[in-house]
């Protein structure tokens, strides 16, 4: 099918947030919610009875992307093939639907324009919201501020990574999906990857949500430039596109002795928590190096020292007490790094009310950092499982494990003679629980977790 496109202008002449109530978008969203209701969980459309009504709202999808594609002349050739490939679905009997000659045609990445949409239809999961390759929609546009673009163009390269805001979204968005990845698409072989979107404004809305309540609850004394951050729902998302630019480059970089994004690897979830902190104090290190650096513009120096606050934010408030306690990598994170400075006495509970030292945050953060950097240096010549004791070691150092932890006994206590995967069944599903402080915290912050789902900045308050 031909798509006629008309340019309707760069990023900054077109308000993209106006296609929300666009007909054709409103037929699409519906269309697509309803399409997902006949899906099972490869995404196909098992029931011979159900394939008339899912072809027929196929057609309106179809058409609903023809309707909307003149605003995107930018992802032409992208939304050319989606339509071709919802023909083949259809013409080989809406099976294990196949998208990936469309996907291989999106690239987010070559358009990072601040202001500047993109509508993205797959049949695909999402992460922290639906397990199933449904088809989903979404209406977005990118946050790419100049501060950002410098950075980007200089230290921080990552070419592969959009940041964007959610103008409107089907139901498997209305989560705490916060993440666009090609991986998660139905394809019928993997391609090699070439960008990754993060919603920032999500991100963003969440955070100041969630800060807010505990700071409240805790009593803490926020600094003034970190009140401004939970003021302010574009300072805050655009401190996340920092953050997480610097973040997700980190993956790749440092002397890593195993792949860093430990794809398909049966291991500790203690091991991915480490992973998911270095890139996280990572990013906290270079900004405070940026926040110092004068040749950087005060944009990016301002933006610098709230990223600051936002990773210890949103690390010991949201992290530590979000999600089950089962294997809680992101978790268990949040918990070691209030731990930890609280032992460095930087952070203090006292009188039942929070305060931080905040001059002395830099020193025990980037300590901390350099302390999961060593591991991963020795680990290069260690075998496999002296790397996993020693990283359990740098945890239960500071952080008390389970009291029936075989893996607290030592590594006699351990099968080390036998298969890794019968060590890593030693690794209890709550191996490092909540502390008492964070069993309260919990109890008090569940109902504000809890209304952050489906959360985005034109929603958030």
Request: proline share 5%; with cysteine.
């Amino acid at each position: 099918m031909s798509i006629t496109m008309e340019n309707t202008g760069t990023a900054g002449t077109f308000d993209y947030s106006t296609l929300a109530g666009d007909p054709a978008w409103v037929e699409l969203k519906g269309a697509a919610t309803q399409l997902a209701q006949l899906q099972v969980k490869d995404g196909s459309v098992p029931e011979p009875s159900d394939h008339a009504a899912a072809t027929g709202h196929v057609e309106t999808i179809k058409s609903s992307i023809t309707e909307l594609a003149r605003h995107f002349p930018h992802d032409r050739a992208y939304l050319e093939l989606l339509t071709a490939d919802f023909n083949k679905w259809v013409a080989a009997g809406l099976g294990v639907p196949d998208f990936l000659d469309s996907l291989l045609a999106f690239n987010p990445q070559e358009h990072r324009i601040n202001g500047l949409g993109h509508l993205v239809v797959f049949p695909m999961y999402t992460q922290n919201g639906s397990t199933s390759r449904h088809v989903e929609a979404v209406l977005v546009e990118v946050i790419w501020p100049e501060f950002i673009g410098e950075l980007e163009a200089g230290s921080y390269s990552n070419k592969l990574f959009v940041p964007l805001r959610f103008i409107d979204f089907t139901p498997g968005y209305d989560s705490n999906a916060a993440v666009l990845f090609p991986e998660s698409v139905a394809v019928r072989q993997t391609p090699t990857f070439t960008w990754g979107a993060i919603f920032q404004d999500r991100e963003a809305a969440r955070f100041r949500r969630v800060v807010k309540e505990a700071a409240a609850v805790t009593r803490l004394d926020l600094p003034e430039d970190a009140l401004e951050l939970l003021d302010d729902q574009a300072l805050t998302q655009e401190t996340f596109v920092m953050w997480d630019m610097i973040h997700d480059r980190t993956h790749m970089r440092g002397d890593l002795p195993f792949d860093p994004f430990m794809i398909k690897q049966r291991m500790p979830y203690f091991l991915y928590s480490l992973e998911e902190l270095r890139c996280d104090l990572t990013a906290y290190r270079e900004s405070v190096a940026v926040e110092h650096d004068e040749a950087a513009s005060p944009e990016a120096r301002r933006h610098a020292k709230l990223v600051q606050y936002a990773v210890i934010f949103d690390r010991i408030f949201r992290f530590a007490i979000t999600g089950s306690r089962v294997r809680n990598y992101d978790g268990l994170g949040g918990q070691l790094l209030f731990a930890w400075l609280h032992q460095h006495r930087v952070l203090h509970w006292t009188d039942t009310t929070l305060t931080i030292d905040w001059a002395g945050v830099p020193e025990a953060v980037i300590a901390l950092g350099q302390e999961i950097e060593d591991l991963y240096w020795r680990s290069i010549d260690r075998p496999k499982l002296a790397h996993w004791l020693a990283a359990y070691r740098l945890v239960s150092a500071t952080l008390t494990p389970n009291p029936a932890s075989t893996w607290a006994k030592g590594p006699g206590a351990l099968p080390l003679t036998g298969p890794l995967r019968e060590i890593t069944d030693q690794v209890l599903d709550d191996e490092f629980p909540l502390s008492m402080f964070y069993e309260a915290l919990s109890k008090k912050m569940a109902a504000v977790i809890e209304s952050t789902s489906g959360i985005t900045g034109a929603t958030a308050s």
